[in-house]
């Protein structure tokens, strides 16, 4: 989706460092949301963000950390604390209405070794 | 927040009517019913959505009973390029807090 960037695709960590990964979107959306996704396996809510400055947790965010400073950024810290870093993370955002469809980006794909 | 069932795969031809049918038996009220498409190494595309009854778009049509509990992604001539992973989501954002959960998904093989 052209309105939502993620960067960068591919990131490389080493075990212990903590990674941010980048999320932006120039749709003007309220609702924001990070996903996980393992090889062969559906997606898993991370966090979501209805409005700035307030964040919910999703059903596996621990390991995980978010903020939401500005409208158009939702940047997700992955930290040394989540066991198994390694997969694939969608952003996505949504106007925020009931039935507003999800929009993606690209995805990253963080391999931490 | 309603859980979904899809198959886990199907298989299929070119030319050939797909239908996908996912059941969500504790729909809630204000929920809707969104299909998405997934290709690998990409994030999941918008297809179709509805509440009740029929709705059809370009790529698709969604079947949906009056008790809400199942609904139906139909794929008319499917191509090649339909081999994919495709989602079923029950949910409303104001209803949950913007909580939107996905089920496994249906991974559809077209075969030429």
């Known amino acids: 989706d052209g309105g939502i960037t993620q960067s960068p695709k591919y990131l490389f960590r080493k075990e212990g460092q903590n990674v941010t990964l980048s999320c932006e979107q120039n749709?003007?959306?309220?609702?924001m949301y990070w996903y996980r996704q393992d090889p062969g396996q559906g997606l898993r809510l991370i966090y979501y963000?209805?409005?700035?400055?307030?964040?919910q947790k999703g059903d596996i965010a621990e390991g995980y950390s978010v903020s939401r400073e500005k409208k158009e950024s939702f940047p997700l810290t992955v930290t040394s604390a989540q066991k198994n870093p390694t997969a694939f993370y969608l952003c996505?955002?949504?106007?925020?209405?009931?039935?507003?469809?999800?929009?993606f980006g690209n995805g990253t794909r963080l391999t931490v070794t | 927040l309603a859980k979904t069932t899809q198959p886990i795969s199907m298989d299929s031809y070119e030319g050939q009517e797909v239908n996908i049918t996912c059941s969500h038996n504790?729909?809630?009220?204000?929920?809707?019913i969104t299909w998405y498409q997934q290709f690998p190494s990409q994030g999941p595309r918008f297809i179709i959505q509805?509440?009740?009854t029929k709705v059809t778009n370009e790529v698709a049509s969604l079947f949906i009973p009056a008790d809400r509990k199942s609904s139906t992604l139909s794929l008319p001539r499917v191509s090649l390029s339909d081999t994919a992973v495709y989602y079923c989501?029950?949910?409303?954002?104001?209803?949950?807090?913007?909580?939107?959960?996905f089920g496994a998904g249906t991974i559809l093989r077209v075969k030429s």
């Open positions: 963000s209805q409005i700035v400055n307030d964040f």
């Open positions: 749709l003007n959306h309220d609702a």
């Open positions: 989501l029950v949910g409303a954002h104001m209803e949950y807090g913007n909580k939107l959960v």
């Open positions: 996505a955002t949504a106007l925020g209405t009931d039935n507003s469809p999800l929009h």
């Open positions: 509805g509440y009740k």
């Open positions: 504790n729909i809630a009220t204000n929920d809707y």
